[in-house]
């Protein structure tokens, strides 16, 4: 059998000299989240890494995890009844699972910030966004003329027509696109060296959602920012990703290259995911569904989590948990890779 | 206004930026100057431009005037005017005199200031007390949670003025100890709502963005809790002034109150009600004030709760 893989990168210790503040990538291994103490893992042994100036999408359908994910690298689990019982997030030489509580704060909304999914109520109502914005800046350590400026100057740079009128709009004077561009700005406003978007476009209009796309990625391409886009949409990670993380019931069961894993996807949830994705163009034939549900927390099964759903399943992958394996430049969790070696594939 | 601005916003994105500029600069202009630019004046504006809260705040503010301006009017309610006893209006008790021959006008003048104490100094100490409690509370959860809504809820279980009295009547009878106690009484309403308001404003999503910003516990609870749970705590706020003023009479009646022969609305109305159909002047603008200044509150507080709230246009 296969040697398990590690993820290959080792992001945290470096310190890319051109870029502005100590720029650096994320390199998360064997990240464990439990549902209280001893009880089923909600995410098991999440490895993946992204580099400076890259975007690692991670997908999968709803409750696999990927959000649990995101607030367990911001420190913001829910806990209890959540727990991270194992794990390291190496981020500019530190693991920040290890810091103390009062050093992973600063950390937030500095150099490490989330833009969230919901910009309807992600953003205080009571507070103008310029305010809000300001404040940010403010927590950055800039004085609060400068932090004014700053603030007009970050609407500018996400596209909002007249930053400075729009400075004194309250949220909801906002339409749904434009809260989610002063909620990047404010994300961005202290230069994050890595920023966590959860489904950050899921919320918002197609033609909208390029937009905001596009202007993610302009603004890291400016900033040279690591960037975590989570998103259960592919076509996002078309758009979007240079390297990609498949989540499925907590396990990431692919990882790498985006082109190569979007392509020629080799972990079977992968390849339904993919195939149960929309086309453009005119109507095909039916969607494929991949049939049945993602087992609850409580019922995880004891092997291979997609067994159950697995149009490849054999009896191997109902007894262990599936070892990683590299296969064509990425990592995957099944015992039956490559597909292609398999007679009578699905898709 | 927001049509424009509707208009405007929904014309987004890096391409429609430029159109959005120039297209409807010309909405956004007349728009922006009109909108002021702090919230502060922006409440301030709204207040004004409301006939409710005008008429509320015009009736506050002259009661209020009114209180601060007795000294000055060199009116005496204490002065007993045998000849007068129980004399209805006349060109020298305008307002009639009352069982002693007291001026009820003096009377009036100088109640206010008891009356108008009375409810605010002990709504804003119910206030004081409970905001802060409930917010713990509901932030906190747990253990802390329970031991205040446990305590809180065991004040609920007695009757507002029956707790107003056990207070007021283990402090000592006095204006301050009534106002101590009523505001001690009041309190517990405070404690709830601060407590379910904070919890369900701990579950938004800028509660969480703000902790994902580095935002610290208390710096979260003062800037992004605090101004999301303060509306319906001032509507409660106005509507416990009016309660108070009355409480006040009722502490006064007790002899738990303004002592004699201070004058207090409430300590007025209640020897009054024994004089009801020999001297129903000596009820009737006591009466009449309180009526006055409670809906003057009660006004001035709807007006400020719809100025208040940025969601409103």
């Known amino acids: ?347 | 206004m927001s049509a424009a601005l509707e208009r405007e916003t929904t014309r987004a994105g890096p391409s429609g930026a430029a159109s959005a500029r120039g297209g409807a600069s010309s909405d956004a202009t007349p728009d922006a100057a009109a909108r002021p630019a702090r919230r502060r004046s922006r409440v301030w504006a709204k207040l004004r431009a409301s006939p409710t809260a005008l008429v509320g705040g015009v009736l506050v503010a002259a009661f209020a005037l009114i209180a601060l301006a007795a000294p000055l009017t060199g009116l005496d309610p204490a002065a007993t005017d045998w000849g007068a006893i129980r004399k209805p209006p006349s060109a020298a008790h305008p307002l009639g005199a009352d069982e002693l021959g007291r001026d009820v006008l003096a009377r009036m003048v100088w109640g206010a200031r008891a009356s108008l104490l009375a409810g605010v100094v002990s709504v804003a100490m119910a206030v004081a007390v409970g905001a802060p409690l409930g917010m713990l509370a509901g932030w906190a959860r747990g253990w802390t949670d329970a031991a205040i809504s446990r305590a809180t809820e065991a004040l609920l279980a007695c009757p507002f003025l029956i707790l107003a009295i056990a207070f007021a009547a283990f402090l000592g009878p006095s204006l301050t100890n009534a106002m101590i106690a009523i505001g001690l009484s009041a309190a517990p309403v405070f404690i709830r709502i601060a407590r379910a308001e904070t919890m369900r404003v701990a579950a938004e999503d800028y509660v969480e963005s703000a902790r994902a910003a580095g935002v610290g516990q208390a710096a979260i609870l003062w800037r992004t809790v605090a101004p999301n749970i303060a509306p319906p705590l001032l509507v409660q706020a106005t509507l416990t002034v009016a309660t108070a003023i009355i409480a006040e009479a009722s502490l006064s009646f007790l002899g738990l109150g303004q002592q004699p022969p201070a004058p207090s609305w409430g300590s007025m109305l209640n020897v009054a009600k024994g004089f009801l159909e020999q001297a129903p002047w000596m009820a009737l603008w006591p009466g009449a004030a309180i009526f006055a200044v409670v809906l003057g509150f009660n006004m001035l507080g709807d007006g400020l709760r719809d100025a208040l709230d940025p969601r409103q246009n």
């Open chain 1, 1 to 347: 059998m296969n040697d398990p893989v590690s993820t290959g990168k080792q992001w945290g210790a470096q310190s890319a000299g051109a870029l502005s503040r100590g720029a650096g990538g994320l390199s998360v291994e064997g990240l464990t989240v439990t549902l209280g103490a001893g009880g089923p893992a909600v995410i098991d042994a999440a490895s993946f890494a992204v580099g400076p100036g890259e975007t690692l999408c991670v997908v999968g359908e709803s409750g696999c995890g990927k959000s649990l994910t995101a607030l367990a690298l911001m420190g913001l689990l829910p806990s209890p009844p959540m727990r991270r019982v194992a794990g390291r997030a190496l981020f500019q030489g530190r693991d920040l699972f290890q810091l103390p509580p009062a050093e992973m704060r600063a950390l937030r909304g500095d150099l490490i910030a989330m833009i969230f999914q919901e910009p309807m109520t992600a953003l205080n109502p009571a507070f103008t966004i310029g305010d809000q914005i300001a404040e940010a800046a403010r927590r950055g350590g800039l004085a609060p003329a400068a932090a004014n400026a700053r603030a007009r100057e970050m609407l500018g740079r996400v596209g909002i027509p007249d930053p400075a009128a729009r400075m004194a709009a309250f949220p909801h004077q906002l339409s749904g696109g434009m809260r989610q561009r002063a909620m990047i700005a404010m994300a961005l406003v202290n230069d994050p060296a890595l920023v966590i978007a959860d489904e950050p476009t899921t919320a918002l209009d197609v033609t909208i959602q390029a937009q905001v796309l596009d202007l993610m990625r302009a603004l890291q391409r400016e900033s040279g920012a690591a960037l975590i886009l989570i998103t259960h949409d592919l076509g996002v990670v078309a758009e979007m990703a240079s390297d990609v993380a498949v989540m499925y019931a907590g396990r990431v069961v692919e990882a790498g290259p985006a082109e190569r894993v979007l392509r020629d996807p080799q972990h079977p949830y992968t390849l339904g995911l993919m195939a149960s994705t929309p086309g453009l163009g005119p109507a095909g034939g039916r969607l494929a569904a991949i049939p049945g549900l993602v087992p609850a927390a409580e019922a995880m099964p004891p092997g291979c989590r997609f067994a159950p759903r697995c149009p490849f399943a054999e009896g191997a992958c109902a007894a262990a948990p599936p070892p990683d394996v590299e296969i064509d430049g990425r990592r995957v969790a099944c015992i039956r890779a490559p597909l292609e070696t398999l007679a009578g594939r699905a898709a």
